[in-house]
T-cell receptor
Framework: GENVEQHPSTLSVQEGDSAVIKCTYS??????FPWYKQELGKRPQLIID?????GEKKDQRIAVTLNKTAKHFSLHITETQPEDSAVYFC??????????FGPGTRLSVLP | NAGVTQTPKFRILKIGQSMTLQCTQD?????MYWYRQDPGMGLKLIYY???????DKGEVPNGYNVSRSTTEDFPLRLELAAPSQTSVYFC??????????????FGPGTRLTVL
């Protein structure tokens, strides 16, 4: 079955710097890759997603890139702010299968 | 729309007790899911349903049961609670069309402690 790895497990950046989180997946048939943000004690919320027919997607300070050949996708956050501090989860999915989540990355943005 | 709602928010059980976690969505989603999240960990799929009357096991189904009699409701039953079931439980739903996926919406979670 699908396996999703996520790195790093923790990440600390200075406010205003960029943060990059990378995920790799094993099933070449996976075609949908969402990213979720989970603040402490709250539910996961979708922040951006990408489908396999697209290489990059951007939404203000957040972008996701996908490399299907290498089977990895990355979340990029620019101009980080303290409110970006949270746990971020990647996931992958293909038709007929369920979402498989990565183990999460705890991002801390230091003022 | 209330989205995905879960009750209760918190619960403490004694070993061997049973309980039902409730989940309701008002978005007419066909897919519903139950996940557990252990402290500092990711989400593990317990059970899922592709529509009323259809359920299937996920990655960690042992010790749990589900039913889906309506599109809106997807309760999770814990029988003979064990300390290993201490976790936060999230219900989620999504609408799946044949050629695309839509966003998966999560409920607020139920924090369960088994002592």
């Amino acid at each position: 079955g699908e396996n999703v790895e996520q790195h790093p497990s923790t990440l600390s950046v200075q406010e205003g710097d960029s943060a990059v989180i990378k995920c790799t997946y094993s099933d070449s048939a996976s075609n949908y890759f969402p990213w979720y943000k989970q603040e402490l004690g709250k539910r996961p919320q979708l922040i951006i997603d990408i489908r396999s027919n697209v290489g990059e997607k951007k939404d203000q300070r957040i972008a996701v890139t996908l490399n299907k050949t290498a089977k990895h996708f990355s979340l990029h956050i620019t101009e980080t702010q303290p409110e970006d501090s949270a746990v971020y989860f990647c996931a992958s999915k293909n038709y007929g299968q369920n979402f498989v989540f990565g183990p999460g990355t705890r991002l801390s943005v230091l003022p | 729309n209330a989205g995905v709602t879960q009750t209760p928010k918190f619960r403490i059980l004694k070993i061997g007790q049973s309980m039902t976690l409730q989940c309701t969505q008002d978005m007419n989603h066909n897919y519903m899911y139950w996940y557990r999240q252990d402290p500092g960990m990711g989400l593990k799929l317990i059970y899922y349903s592709v529509g009323a009357g259809i359920t299937d096991k996920g990655e960690v189904p042992n010790g749990y049961n589900v039913s889906r009699s309506t599109t809106e409701d997807f309760p999770l039953r814990l029988e003979l609670a064990a300390p290993s079931q201490t976790s936060v439980y999230f219900c989620a739903s999504s609408y799946r069309a044949e050629i695309s996926y839509n966003e998966q919406f999560f409920g607020p979670g139920t924090r369960l402690t088994v002592l």
